[in-house]
């Protein structure tokens, strides 16, 4: 059974960092591309971050040059380091796999709240 | 990248037919055969309904369909369930390795 569970949401200050976690089962991250997806309060979702094969990354607008996505192949985990946060960053956070052509996500995790305030 | 346009909610009574709008540019929607369509229930994880604009995942109903015409594609939800009461955000690739997401949809079964 395929599984994404993501952590690291909390309540931080503006200017603050924190790291989100993806841990995965039922797939390996190495062998698929990640991304994140968020959504604000009362908003629809965006999306925020890929991985792909070989760790070539891209970011939204909004986030480039604040946000990394990165990946533990070990852990079978996938990572969001998000620094320089601000109050449009709150959200619930998504960790989704991109599936056939990297067109599509097939498999969402519930998401973790992140408050910046 | 501007978000895809979608009609804030739609209604139907059960058993009827609903279709949910999701208007984007000749950049995203217009150039690509790549929208796909999510429903989300609050508080769960989102889920996939279609795919390349008219493809349904094995286990989704074939209730659910999906078509396109230019910049505007469409889901057309068929014989309206209380299950289906959810968001829907229609997505597309927008090519340079980027996703963009439509409004949202709420549906209400009546």
């Known amino acids: 059974e395929v599984q994404l569970v993501e952590s690291g949401g909390g309540l931080i200050q503006p200017g603050g960092s924190l790291r989100l976690s993806c841990e995965v089962s039922g797939f390996i991250v190495r062998s698929n591309y990640m991304s994140w997806v968020r959504q604000a309060p009362g908003k629809g979702l965006e999306w925020v971050s890929v991985?792909?094969?070989?760790?070539?990354?891209y970011y939204s607008d909004s986030v480039k040059g604040r946000f990394t996505i990165s990946r533990d192949s070990s852990k079978n985990t996938i990572y969001l380091q998000m620094n320089s946060l601000r109050v449009d960053d709150t959200a619930v956070y998504y960790c989704a796999r991109l599936g056939l052509q990297a067109t599509l996500f097939d498999y969402w995790g519930q998401g973790t709240l992140v408050t910046v305030s | 990248q501007s978000a895809l346009t979608q009609p804030r909610s739609v209604s139907g009574s059960p058993g009827q037919s609903v279709t949910i709008s999701c208007t984007g540019t000749s950049s995203d929607v217009g150039d690509y055969n790549f929208v796909s369509w999510y429903q989300h229930h609050p508080g769960k994880a989102p889920k996939l309904m279609i795919y390349?604009?008219?493809k349904r995942p094995s286990g989704v109903p074939d209730r659910f369909s999906g078509s396109k015409s230019g910049n505007t594609a469409s889901l057309t939800i068929s014989g309206l369930q209380a299950d289906d009461e959810a968001d829907y955000y229609c997505?597309?690739?927008?090519?340079?390795?980027?996703?963009?997401f439509g409004t949202g949809t709420t549906v209400t079964v009546l």
């Open positions: 997505c597309s690739y927008a090519g340079s390795y980027n996703y963009v």
């Open positions: 991985i792909y094969g070989g760790d070539t990354t």
């Open positions: 390349d604009v008219i």
